[in-house]
């Protein structure tokens, strides 16, 4: 039986996906015996606030976009359905991410690389250099706007993949601008101040790839943390996996079918003020089926100037939670450490500092 060890070099050794039998892991994955009892007694969500896109075109808008507030005051996500995004496009896409991950690894091994500033990689946990415990995920990640200055660094296999990734994530970004203007509406503010405050924006697709794990119960597909960026997008395949934090309890989030779930990521909790809030979420193993999920991340460009929007910020029993940073401020501090959920608090003003 191979055992799953974890070297560094080109990424052949490294990848979760590089052996295709069942494998006992390297003690590298086993995680905490408190994260381990965390895995016992999770819940299922009763139900996920459903937004339908179709409806906010209609008579019923405002009441739309006060359940959209509710959800990311409350929750920090929601399910979007009648999304614009054609079923057949979201079915080839999870189909070209999986034959990404299935086929030979040394036709994806040549963009491995454990360096965060590379836009356009594949990697394995989420950040190996700062992680004592590695979570059971290979990734591929890349830029995608605009389109011309990204796509010749997209993977050359499959073959089909760059035509079918433009699609979809032209598709994705328009879906996302219009999530951004009826979420920034929920807020009070101008329909374009959240694009705004992105700057030239960031638009990046990626592939996450959890193959079966022998150890469900002592490994983490993806262990808790909130989304750095601003706002995630997500498309799941049939297998469930993901759990999010609501009041202290770990839920899991049924699978769904054609419809995108969303989640309010750091940078728009400080947009917002902290009237909406980063969802703490992660993603458990399974030793039966191959698990993928492809979120698009929108979030800011590096130079952006981010700060909370001036409008929430403005009355004084809500005075500014967040000093500006540029993002790339941000992204050095998120990626200086392991995957956590609290990489927002270097950037709050305390309550003393904000009296004076
Ligand atoms: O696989 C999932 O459902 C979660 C993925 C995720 O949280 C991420 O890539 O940031
Ligand atoms: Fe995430």
């Given at each position: ?9 080109n ?23 408190e ?5 016992h ?6 139900n996920v ?7 906010l ?5 405002m ?5 959209l ?24 896409m ?16 040549y ?5 965060y ?7 394995t946990?989420?950040?190996v ?6 979570h ?11 389109l011309?200055d990204?796509i010749?660094?997209w993977?050359t ?12 994530a032209t598709?994705m ?12 509406e ?6 374009d101040?959240?694009?705004?405050a ?5 638009q990046?697709?990626?592939i ?8 469900p119960?002592?490994?983490l ?17 049939q ?6 934090m609501?009041?202290g ?7 769904l ?10 940078q ?6 902290g009237?909406?809030?980063s ?6 193993t399974?030793?039966k089926?191959r ?5 698009s991340?929108y979030?800011?460009s ?5 700060q ?15 000093c ?23 950037f ?5 500092k904000g009296?004076?």
């Open positions: 039986m191979a055992v799953q060890v974890p070297k560094s070099g990424g052949m050794d490294e990848m979760v996906s590089s052996c295709r039998e069942r494998v006992s892991i390297h003690p590298k994955y086993l995680i905490s015996e994260e381990r009892k965390s895995l007694g999770v819940l299922t969500l009763a606030t459903t937004i339908d896109f179709e409806e075109e209609g008579p019923f808008r009441q739309v976009i006060e359940k507030r509710q959800a990311c005051k409350h929750d920090g996500y929601f399910e979007v359905t009648n999304h614009g995004v054609a079923e057949g496009l979201m079915e080839q999870m189909r070209v991410a999986e034959e990404f991950f299935e086929m030979p690894i040394e036709d994806r091994a963009l491995y690389s454990n360096d500033k590379r836009r356009t990689r594949v990697s946990s989420f950040n250099g700062q992680e004592e415990t590695l059971w995920r290979d990734y591929l990640r890349h830029p995608c706007h605009p011309e990204h010749d660094s993977p296999k499959p073959e089909s993949y760059r035509r079918i990734t433009a699609e979809y598709a970004r328009s879906l996302t601008m219009k999530l951004l203007e009826v979420i920034s929920s807020l009070g503010l101008e329909k101040h959240i694009a705004n992105l700057g030239k924006q960031n990046t697709l990626q996450n790839y959890y193959p079966p794990c022998p150890n119960d002592l490994t597909a993806l262990g808790a943390h909130t989304d750095p960026n601003c706002l995630t997008v997500v498309q799941h395949d297998v469930s996996g993901l759990q999010i609501k009041d309890s770990w839920f899991d989030v049924p699978a079918h054609g419809a995108f779930f969303v989640n309010i990521g750091d728009l909790q400080v947009i917002s003020n009237e909406y809030k969802l703490v979420h992660r993603a458990v399974n030793s089926r698990r993928i999920s492809i979120p991340f979030g800011p590096l130079d952006a100037l981010i909370p929007a001036p409008l929430l910020a403005a009355a004084n029993s809500r005075s500014a939670l967040y500006p940073f540029t993002y790339q401020q941000f992204l050095d501090h998120f990626y200086s450490q392991r995957l956590v959920t609290n990489t927002l608090e270097r709050e003003i305390s309550a003393s009296e004076e």
